[in-house]
């Protein structure tokens, strides 16, 4: 069966192909946590937002802390060059312009630039943060907290937010 002739995408009726073709995205460019849920085989429970985050989120708990890592490291920089270039995932894109980061001012801009790169140099990924319902002036702000964090705790903290974005987007999507 084709994605095409679903009604819904309803997790536990799809193959493993299109499951991965729907859900791989859900962690962004990531799709080994929608293969390893599909591989633990999908129930009727499975096909609600929550109940499918559970198990996505659960794999990437189970992950060892490098897995982890480049599942932080596949996320773009907010209002960074992916984004000025229109090379963002489509969720990504979406996500960013809710919080209206396209529309920086030139100060703005350059504080989003400044942060990215300390942020990356002190932590080794991208700073991640579920802008759905920010602002992008409430971001920066939150930016400036989280960049004086431990590594500890931002690790923790940016795979909250990972988890976070990972909901979001699968109640868009079922």
Same mark, same amino acid.
């Not at 312009?97 to 529309?103: I, K, Q, T, V």
């Given at each position: 069966?084709?994605? =095409?002739?679903?009604?819904?995408?309803?997790?536990?009726?799809?193959?493993?192909?299109?499951?991965v073709?729907?859900? =791989? =995205?859900?962690?962004?460019?990531? @799709?080994?946590?929608?293969?390893?849920?599909?591989?633990?085989?999908?129930?009727?429970?499975?096909?609600?937002?929550?109940?499918?985050?559970?198990?996505?989120?659960?794999?990437?708990?189970?992950?060892?802390?490098?897995q982890?890592?480049?599942?932080?490291?596949?996320? @773009?920089?907010?209002?960074?060059?992916?984004?000025?270039?229109?090379?963002?995932?489509?969720?990504?894109?979406?996500?960013?312009?809710?919080?209206?980061?396209?529309?920086?001012?030139?100060?703005?801009?350059?504080?989003?630039?400044?942060?990215?790169?300390?942020?990356?140099?002190?932590?080794?990924?991208?700073?991640i943060?579920?802008?759905? =319902?920010?602002?992008?002036?409430?971001?920066?702000?939150?930016?400036?907290?989280?960049?004086?964090?431990?590594?500890?705790?931002?690790?923790?903290?940016?795979?909250?937010?990972?988890?976070?974005?990972?909901?979001?987007?699968?109640?868009?999507?079922?």
């Amino acid at each position: 069966m084709t994605a =095409g002739a679903y009604q819904t995408n309803v997790p536990s009726q799809m193959d493993r192909l299109d499951f991965v073709r729907v859900f =791989g =995205g859900v962690y962004e460019h990531s @799709p080994w946590i929608a293969e390893q849920v599909f591989d633990k085989r999908l129930v009727k429970i499975h096909n609600n937002a929550v109940d499918l985050h559970f198990a996505m989120a659960s794999v990437v708990e189970f992950a060892d802390k490098e897995q982890k890592l480049l599942l932080l490291r596949a996320h @773009p920089d907010l209002a960074g060059k992916l984004a000025i270039s229109g090379e963002l995932t489509e969720d990504s894109t979406s996500e960013q312009a809710s919080a209206d980061l396209g529309n920086c001012t030139a100060e703005e801009f350059a504080a989003f630039q400044s942060l990215n790169d300390q942020y990356k140099e002190k932590f080794g990924f991208p700073f991640i943060l579920a802008v759905r =319902g920010y602002h992008r002036a409430e971001i920066l702000e939150i930016f400036r907290q989280r960049v004086d964090n431990d590594a500890d705790t931002e690790f923790d903290e940016a795979l909250t937010q990972v988890h976070r974005i990972a909901l979001l987007r699968l109640k868009a999507i079922t």
